[in-house]
């Protein structure tokens, strides 16, 4: 039988009973799940999936309700384990530059080492808001971020992970050299700083073979010496140059696309993004897997204009009536289309403020949703780090072939562009669990 929720064909067994579903869970099933209706066939997984995304919104985040984009976060949108969260392991992020957000450093300071390959900026500058913190600001918290600002509703999958961040250039131009650097300073650096895992959400500025590249050779020695380095595959997926290059292009890389699942959990509606997709100059065959690379909520840096909207933006829409003029004349100069609606009606400020809250992405006053398989590759960097943390013994090419393994194909999606699939955290933390214990039974007993 066929689950109308997964799409999956599997046995009458693994379909759930109609009276498992109960008028609990119906509604949160009935709004996310376009093909399936009270008494049609859900599987079991499905069944306990949707149970354990309930009692999370439910119980612990009570203010999701409260939003009027309800954005889902990334752990329940890939319906990770909560047991494992990356404790102990340190990933490495490489990207055009950084913010200690509070996500990541409160209320204890999980960010080991911040170094600027470029050598422009010293430590101190992770505490101002420049325009080349933002990207990889947001990729380290998507990770990460414990979800401080949010009430540890939008937290990483890894949300008790280490991070260093090594900032291999500006937010203009990254230079191809320049990463393979800050490649090289990650695998001199990684017994100091216990790095299992390195993010690469940014790409070299040309194609070349891997054979011959040096920041293929970069990525593909890390591996060598223990390292998961994880790739995004970039965004040019609806271009006819659709190039995969490197460190993504490397064969021992684990290249991440992006999936648009509509931000539902209805797996009938999921889509590809606009990722980039091999073959590579070398014939390789790239992504490996997919990952959210929209919809996907991430931190706003502190300090700036962006962020002094989103709190505007926010505090009018929980605002009653009566208060909405004096409101915008307290904030006045922050966003001028308001300044010239200070008079308007109630009813028509709110709607521009619900554009304001669509058009620039707007979660709440610290958290916005982005786009990009920049994104989606933290997000898998994550699930790494979850997957040591249940079984450090692993190698980068066990969690490799673990996250390819347990990986779900997207019907309709072209096999090229989306590789093996999207990733499947709970599955891979499971089946990281039983190769270690495998590991372990087949060595000689003493």
């Known amino acids: 039988m066929e689950c109308l929720v997964c799409k999956r064909e599997l046995p009458r067994q693994m379909i759930a009973d109609a009276e498992m579903v109960d008028d609990v869970l119906r509604p949160l099933l009935t709004v996310n799940t376009a093909g399936w209706e009270p008494g049609k066939p859900i599987c079991r997984d499905c069944l306990s999936r949707f149970y354990r995304v309930h009692n999370q919104l439910v119980s612990a985040f009570p203010q999701f309700s409260e939003q009027e984009l309800k954005i889902l976060p990334t752990p329940m949108r890939l319906d990770s384990t909560d047991e494992y969260r990356g ?10 530059g950084f913010y200690a957000h509070p996500d990541l450093t409160e209320p204890s300071n999980r960010i080991l080492k911040y170094i600027d390959i470029t050598g422009r900026t010293q430590s101190a500058d992770l505490k101002k808001p420049r325009v080349s913190a933002w990207h990889g600001m947001m990729t380290s918290v998507v990770a990460a971020g414990n979800g401080r600002l ?8 890894a949300s ?21 650097k800050g490649l090289k300073w990650v695998i001199t650096n990684r017994k100091r700083y216990n790095i299992r895992i390195v993010n690469v959400s940014c790409g070299g500025d040309r194609e070349e073979s891997y054979l011959t590249d040096e920041l293929c050779q970069a990525a593909e020695e890390a591996v060598r010496c ?35 699942d509509k931000n539902t959990l209805d797996h009938g509606q999921f889509d590809i993004y606009r990722s980039s997709y091999g073959p590579t100059i070398d014939g ?9 690379g929209i919809w996907v909520a991430a931190p706003i ?22 208060e909405l003029h004096e409101i915008i004349r307290q904030h006045a100069k922050v966003d001028e289309h308001l300044d010239h609606a200070v008079d308007l009606a109630p009813y028509l400020i709110r709607h521009i403020v619900w554009i304001k809250i669509r058009d620039n992405n707007v979660i709440s006053d610290n958290y916005k ?16 780090a979850q997957m040591l943390e249940a079984a450090p013994l692993l190698k980068p090419h066990e969690i490799k ?46």
């Open 401 to 446: 072939y673990i996250l390819i393994k347990t990986a779900r194909r997207i019907p309709r999606i072209d096999t090229d562009k989306q590789g093996w699939g999207k990733v499947n955290p709970r599955a891979a933390v499971g089946a990281a669990i039983a190769t270690q214990n495998g590991k372990r039974a087949d060595q000689p007993k003493r």
């Open 160 to 180: 008790e992970a280490n991070v260093v961040l090594v900032k291999v250039g500006r937010a203009a131009r990254i230079a191809h050299e320049d990463i393979a």
């Open 226 to 260: 223990g390292i998961v380095v994880v790739a995004a595959t970039g965004n040019a997926g609806f271009e006819e140059n659709h190039r995969v290059i490197p460190p993504a292009s490397a064969p021992a890389v684990i290249s991440v696309g992006g999936l648009d």
């Open 284 to 292: 390789l065959q790239k992504p490996e897997v997919i990952a959210p």
């Open 369 to 384: 949703h982005v786009d990009g398989t920049s994104f989606a590759a933290p997000i898998v960097s994550s699930i790494a």
């Open 87 to 96: 404790r102990g392991i340190t990933i490495a992020f490489l990207d055009s």
């Open 301 to 322: 840096l502190p300090g700036t204009p962006t962020a002094e909207q989103a709190a505007l933006y926010s505090k009018l829409e929980k605002a009653k009536d009566a």
């Open 150 to 157: 949010s009430g540890g509703l939008y937290r990483g999958i």
